[in-house]
C-alpha cells in the first residue's frame, strides 16, 4: 500500500502573518445608510434595520427572568440592534412545565417589566414570541404531553400528540391573546407568532400534517384558521399600537408539505386583513429538513434570499424581514438597499457580537467577531441544555460583552503564551489588553492553530474569522509573537515569566490495531498529519481511501470529504454504531446528507485489522461483536482520527520544577472543542 507522507508543522495558504496587524484604518461614519434608516411599526419607532432574531437562551430559572436574560438583550440593545424578539415564552398553561419565562395568568409580572423596562430604556422595541413544538422534538425520546392537529407522528421523534379538539383550539388562542396582553402591560412593544420551523402552528398550516375535519382542516383557510384567528384576537385585545409580527414556512422541505408556492398562497391569506405588522419566512421543518431552518456554512450566504424574493409579492405589501445567515454588514445592507425586505433578522451574527450594528455602520468592520455559521450555539443547547453560548464569543450573558474592552490589571506581570491556535491567541489579547508584558511562542510560522488546516477543507472557510480578531486584537494591545519558534523551558525561563498559560494543543493517539512500526515510519498516518498534504493535491489518485474515525467531529467528515474529491473511493470505518454521534443533529443531517450524496461508504462497528495482505493494498476489519470479518481492497491511503492526547506535558513539569505557576487550557489541558478552547483562553486572559 502506498503511503502519502506529510510535516505536519508545515504551513500551506497561510492567511495569518505578522503583518497583518497594527495597520491604520480609515474610519466612515456614513456606511449602510439602508440599513442605518429608521422605520416604525404598528406606530412605534425602530431607531434602525436590525432585529435580533428569537434564538433560546436557556437562561430562565424556575419560568422566571434572570439576570444573564436581561444582560443579553442589553448588550444587544447597546450594540445598536432596533428590536429583539425574545425566545418562546409559557403562554399556554400546558407549557407551565417547560424550561421557559411563564407569562399566562399574568405569571413572572416583576421580572417582566425589569426586562422590557432595560431593553425599551434603550431605544430598543421588546418583543416576546409565541410558540409552541407541538408534536415537533428532536432530542431523544417522545413528547407525551405534546399538543397537535391530528393523530399523525412527528417525522424525527414519531411522537403522537394528544389531538387538540375544536374547542381547545379555541381556548389556546384566547390563552395567548390574554399572555400578550399581559407582555403589552409589562412594557413589551409587541410579540411574534412563530409558525414556522415545524412547530404546532406549521403543523397546522402544513396538508402534511393536519388531516381535521372540523373548521381547522381540510381546506387552505381551514388550515390556516387558528393562525388566522390568534393574530385577529391579539390585534383585537392587545390595540393597534401593538407590534405583532408573524413568521411562517418559506419551503419546508417535507413531501407533501408546504412548498414556495403553498408558502405563497398562506402568506397571501394570512396577510389580507393588513392585522401583521411584519412577515418572515422560514425553512425546514421537524424532518430531514430540520438542518435548513438554521443554515450552515457548507453551504451558500444568504440561502434565503432568492425565496424571499420570490415570496414577496404575496405579502400584501406588510413589511418583510429578511432571515437565514445573514452575517455580513455589506450583505445585509444590499437587502435592504435593493428593496428585498425592510428588516433584517439577525440571530447567530448578533450572538457572536452584540455590537454587530455599532461597529459595522461606524467604520469597525474589521473589528467584527464573526459568525462561523457553525449551530454550535444551538448544538450546545440542544445536547447539553446548557445556556447559550458562542464559539467566537466568550462572554455571553455578562453584563459587560458589547464592543468589550477589558480592564487595566493593577500590577503589570510578564506572561507566556505557549500556542497561537484559538485558546492561546484569546488568552494572549486579553491579558495584553489588561496592560501586562505578553509573549508568545508558536512552533508554526502562523497562528490559528489546528483551525489553519479545518480553513482549508470543505465548510471550513468561516473558521478563520476566531484568529481574524484574536491576533490583531493581540498585536494592537502590544503582544509580542515569536512564531516559528519552538518554546523550550530554557527559552521561557529566560524571559522570567510571572505566568505561563500552555495552550500547545494535542495531538491524535495511535489507535490500539495500528503497530508501532506501521506508525513510526509514517506508513500510516493521524488524519491531520495527511491532510497537510492532501489540501494541496491537484490530481486525482486511484485506488481507494479509508479514514478510521474514532473521532466524531466535524473536521473528519470535512477530511472525507475531501478525499472524496481525490481517490476513486472513500470508506469511513467506524467502531460505534453511527457516525457524527458527538455533534448535534443539525450538523449530522447534514453530514449523512453530504456523505449519502457523495457515495462515501460507511462502515459501522468495526475495528480495522491489518493482516498479511496490507502490504498488497488489501485492509481486514472486523465486526466489534461477531467478529465477523470483511476486507477492503484497492487501498493506496489509510489514515486514523482520533481523541487527542496533550501536548507539552514534558514542558509543563520543567516549568513547575521551576516554580513557576503553569496554566494549562484548550487541548493541552484536555481534549475539548472550539466552544470550550475560547472559553478558557479568555477565563485564562482575565485571570493573570
Known amino acids: 500500500m502506498g503511503t502519502i507522507r506529510a510535516d505536519s508543522q508545515r504551513c500551506r495558504h497561510d492567511k495569518h502573518t505578522p503583518a497583518i496587524g497594527g495597520q491604520a484604518m480609515t474610519v466612515q461614519h456614513d456606511q449602510f445608510p439602508a440599513m442605518r434608516a429608521s422605520f416604525s411599526l404598528a406606530g412605534r419607532s425602530l431607531r434602525n434595520r436590525v432585529v435580533h432574531a428569537s434564538m433560546s437562551l436557556r437562561q430562565q430559572v424556575g419560568g422566571k427572568v434572570t439576570d444573564p436574560m436581561i444582560h443579553y438583550c442589553v448588550n444587544r440593545a447597546r450594540g445598536g440592534a432596533a428590536m429583539i424578539v425574545t425566545e418562546p415564552l409559557g403562554m399556554l398553561r400546558s407549557q407551565a412545565g417547560l424550561p421557559r419565562v411563564q407569562v399566562v395568568d399574568g405569571a413572572g409580572e416583576e421580572g417582566l417589566k425589569r426586562w422590557a423596562d432595560a431593553v425599551e430604556s434603550l431605544d430598543c422595541r421588546l418583543l416576546g414570541q409565541i410558540q409552541d413544538s407541538g408534536r415537533g422534538r428532536h432530542a431523544p425520546g417522545r413528547s407525551p404531553q405534546s399538543i397537535g392537529p391530528s393523530p399523525l407522528p412527528d417525522d424525527m421523534s414519531w411522537t403522537i400528540a394528544h389531538t387538540l379538539t375544536t374547542a381547545e383550539v379555541r381556548d389556546a388562542v384566547s390563552q395567548f391573546a390574554e399572555s400578550a396582553l399581559h407582555l403589552k402591560r409589562c412594557g413589551f412593544s409587541g410579540v411574534e407568532l412563530s409558525a414556522g420551523h415545524g412547530h404546532l402552528f406549521h403543523q397546522f398550516m402544513s396538508p402534511a400534517s393536519n388531516i381535521r375535519e372540523d373548521e381547522y382542516g381540510g381546506s387552505r383557510e381551514g388550515r390556516s384558521r387558528f393562525v388566522a384567528e390568534l393574530i385577529a384576537a391579539l390585534r383585537q385585545l392587545c390595540g393597534t399600537d401593538f407590534i405583532i409580527g408573524l413568521k411562517i414556512p ?70 418583510l424581514m429578511a432571515l437565514g445567515r445573514v452575517t455580513d454588514p455589506a450583505e445585509a445592507e444590499g437587502i435592504v438597499a435593493r428593496g428585498e425586505a425592510e428588516l433584517l433578522g439577525l440571530g447567530r451574527a448578533l450572538l457572536a457580537d452584540p455590537a454587530w450594528f455599532n461597529k459595522a455602520t461606524s467604520g469597525r468592520s474589521h473589528d467584527l467577531r464573526y459568525c462561523l455559521s457553525c449551530n454550535t450555539c444551538w448544538g450546545y443547547g440542544t445536547l447539553h441544555h446548557s445556556a447559550l453560548r458562542c464559539v467566537n464569543n466568550p462572554r455571553v450573558g455578562q453584563a459587560e460583552e458589547a464592543d468589550f474592552k477589558p480592564a487595566r490589571a493593577a500590577t503589570r506581570r510578564r506572561i507566556v503564551v505557549v500556542g497561537a491556535g484559538v485558546a492561546g491567541l484569546e488568552a494572549a489579547w486579553v491579558a495584553a489588553a489588561r496592560g501586562h508584558e505578553v509573549t508568545v511562542f508558536s512552533r508554526s510560522p502562523s497562528v490559528g492553530g489546528k483551525t489553519r488546516l479545518r480553513a482549508l477543507l470543505p465548510g471550513g472557510e468561516t473558521i478563520t474569522s476566531i484568529a481574524d480578531y484574536q491576533y490583531p486584537a493581540a498585536l494592537r494591545a502590544g503582544a509580542r509573537f515569536e512564531l516559528g519558534a519552538e518554546a523550550d523551558a530554557d ?80 470508506v469511513l470505518l467506524t467502531p460505534r454504531d453511527s457516525i457524527a454521534e458527538d455533534l448535534w443533529i443539525v450538523a449530522r443531517q447534514g453530514i449523512l446528507r453530504r456523505l449519502s450524496q457523495k457515495g462515501i461508504e460507511i462502515i459501522r462497528l468495526v475495528e480495522p485489522v491489518l493482516g498479511d495482505g496490507f502490504e498488497e493494498g488489501v485492509i481486514e476489519y472486523e465486526q466489534v461483536y461477531s467478529g465477523a470479518r470483511g476486507s477492503i481492497s484497492q487501498v493506496s491511503l489509510l489514515a486514523y482520527a482520533t481523541p487527542r492526547a496533550p501536548e507539552a506535558r514534558e514542558l509543563h513539569a520543567r516549568l513547575d520544577a521551576a516554580g513557576v505557576r503553569v496554566r494549562r487550557i484548550g487541548d493541552c489541558r484536555s481534549p475539548r472543542d472550539l466552544m470550550m478552547a475560547t472559553a478558557e483562553g479568555h477565563a485564562a486572559g482575565m485571570a493573570v
Open 250 to 319: 418559506g419551503h419546508d422541505g417535507v413531501p407533501g408539505g408546504i412548498d414556495a408556492d403553498e408558502a405563497a398562497a398562506i402568506a397571501r391569506l394570512l396577510t389580507a386583513p393588513r392585522i401583521a405588522d411584519y412577515v418572515c419566512f422560514a425553512m425546514g421543518s421537524h424532518a430531514r429538513s430540520l438542518e435548513l431552518h438554521i443554515p450552515d456554512r457548507y453551504g451558500p450566504t444568504l440561502p434565503y434570499a432568492e425565496l424571499t424574493r420570490r415570496l414577496r409579492p404575496s405579502v400584501n405589501g406588510t413589511p
Open 491 to 570: 527559552s521561557i525561563l529566560a524571559l522570567k515569566p510571572d505566568e505561563v498559560i500552555l495552550a500547545a494543543g494535542g495531538r491524535m493517539i495511535r489507535p490500539a490495531w495500528l503497530p508501532a512500526e506501521l506508525h513510526e515510519s509514517g506508513v500510516v498516518s493521524d488524519l491531520d498529519t495527511v491532510m497537510w498534504d492532501l489540501v494541496d493535491l491537484k490530481s486525482r489518485q486511484p485506488g481507494c481511501a479509508v479514514l478510521y474515525d474514532m473521532d466524531h467531529t466535524d473536521g473528519t467528515y470535512a477530511a472525507a470529504e475531501r478525499l472524496h474529491a481525490l481517490f476513486d473511493r472513500v
